[in-house]
């Protein structure tokens, strides 16, 4: 049974910091993982995927790595800005029977000061 | 190209009550999963529906049920309502049946209250 842990689990930081976010995977077995942003009370807003032959990618100031052997990724978020400030998901995709799954991580809670 | 929707965007029921929540999944998709986050957790996987049949399930009691339609639009259904059934639904479309690294897209969730 795969099981997605966060660390930390909430992180304040002050506006211009770079700042890293951990995610990890007991079952290395995926097809590719995904990082979301939440915005209190809203959906899941769909960061990065990266697919289980690839290392990393990047969009902007963010940027997340793989690491199957290891059972971890990485999202690294440059020069941290408020409108940064919320909760973001890791999420592995695996199969149960025939059915591709996320499996998601509980979150970290960011807030980026002034 | 027109993406996941859902409705409605909030809901109050009270205990024993049945809900219906709907999804329209993105142009071209055949697969729609559901998933349930209770405040201050990640979603978890509640089943999913390829080409209008329940192809797996999370952990989740059969009082949670659910259709798909052949425009690929979906329904997610719960019975006998409890005060946990409360948190945010979300349904996620995708294109499978190709190979397993497709990208699962969200909707912005149907808020469910249990008094």
């Known amino acids: 049974k795969q099981e997605v842990t966060q660390i930390p689990a909430a992180l304040s930081v002050p506006e211009g910091e770079n700042l890293v976010l951990n995610c990890s995977f007991t079952d290395s077995a995926i097809y590719n993982l995904q990082w979301f942003r939440q915005d209190p009370g809203k959906g899941l807003t769909s960061l990065l995927l990266?697919?289980?032959?690839?290392r990393e990618q990047t969009s902007g100031r963010l940027n997340a790595s793989l690491d199957k052997s290891s059972g971890r990724s990485t999202l690294y978020i440059a020069a941290s800005q408020p409108g940064d400030s919320a909760t973001y998901l890791c999420a592995a995709k695996g199969y149960t029977g025939t059915a591709s799954k996320l499996t998601f991580g509980t979150g970290t809670r960011l807030q980026v000061t002034l | 190209e027109t993406g996941v929707t859902q409705s409605p965007t909030h809901l109050i029921k009270t205990r024993g009550q049945q809900v219906t929540l709907r999804c329209s999944s993105q142009?071209?998709?055949?697969?729609v999963s559901w998933y349930q986050q209770a405040l201050g957790q990640g979603p978890q996987f509640i089943f999913q529906?390829?080409?209008?049949?329940?192809?797996g399930r999370g952990n989740f009691p059969p009082r949670f049920s659910g259709l798909q339609f052949p425009n690929y639009s979906s329904e997610l259904n719960v019975n006998a309502l409890e005060l946990d059934d409360s948190a945010l639904y979300l349904c996620?479309?995708?294109?499978?049946?190709?190979?397993?690294?497709?990208?699962?897209?969200f909707g912005p969730g149907t808020r469910l209250t249990v008094l």
């Open positions: 529906y390829y080409r209008e049949e329940e192809n």
């Open positions: 990266i697919q289980s032959s690839q």
């Open positions: 996620a479309s995708s294109l499978d049946g190709s190979g397993g690294n497709n990208e699962q897209f």
């Open positions: 142009s071209g998709h055949n697969t």
